[in-house]
Antibody, heavy 121, light 110 residues
């Protein structure tokens, strides 16, 4: 059974940093691209970043490029999102999501339960 | 990258059919057959309902069907049931190798 479990969320001050983790199990982690998707309170889904199976290729949304960095450790079956220079508008539930195939084109067939990040003073 | 455009809300009575539209551009929806649809109940993670325009993952009811014409994709729910009441989001791969979601549609079963 595929499982994705996010951790590392919480309250952080504007300008601060936070690292999210997503522990994966139930599939060959290194085979699949992974993404982070977020959802601000009461708002819609927003794609944040994607990383290829080997960890070499990464893509990010304009809204986070230069501030957030996606990475993975295939030996630990874990996905990360390093967030810095955080802003109030980054407040959201962050989901990690697994791609359906080895291609970047989507869709996301499994999602974690989500972790809340609150940016506030 | 702008979000794909969906109606804010759609409603229908049990047993009826409803259709949700998803309008993008020639750089996303119109460029590829990589449109997906997700169902999200309150407080829950999204659940994949349709992918590659019209394919259903195993376990998803055949009451859910997808299609596309030009820059607009659609999700049709037939035989509407109370459990279908949820938010629905379309999504598409883009020519910039990014991913974009729709604005979301709240489906209400009357």
């Amino acid at each position: 059974e595929v499982q994705l479990l996010e951790s590392g969320g919480g309250l952080v001050q504007p300008g601060g940093s936070l690292r999210l983790s997503c522990a994966a199990s139930g599939f060959t982690f290194s085979t699949y691209p992974m993404s982070w998707v977020r959802q601000a309170p009461g708002k819609g889904l927003e794609w944040v970043s994607t990383i290829g199976g080997s960890g070499v290729l990464t893509y990010s949304a304009d809204s986070v490029r230069g501030r957030f960095a996606i990475s993975r450790d295939n030996s630990k079956n874990t996905l990360y999102l390093q967030m810095s220079s955080l802003r109030a508008e980054d407040t959201a539930v962050y989901y990690c999501a697994k791609y359906h195939t080895g291609w970047f084109v989507g869709p996301f067939d499994y999602w974690g339960q989500g972790i809340l990040v609150t940016v506030s003073s | 990258q702008s979000a794909l455009t969906q109606p804010a809300s759609v409603s229908g009575s049990p047993g009826q059919s409803i259709t949700i539209s998803c309008t993008g551009t020639s750089s996303d929806v119109g460029a590829y057959n990589y449109v997906s649809w997700y169902q999200q109940h309150p407080g829950k993670a999204p659940n994949l309902m349709v992918y590659d325009v019209s394919n259903r993952p195993s376990g998803v009811s055949n009451r859910f069907s997808g299609s596309k014409s030009g820059n607009t994709a659609s999700l049709t729910i037939s035989g509407l049931q109370a459990e279908d009441e949820a938010d629905y989001y379309c999504s598409s791969y883009t020519s910039s190798s990014t991913y974009v979601f729709g604005t979301g549609t709240k489906v209400t079963v009357l």
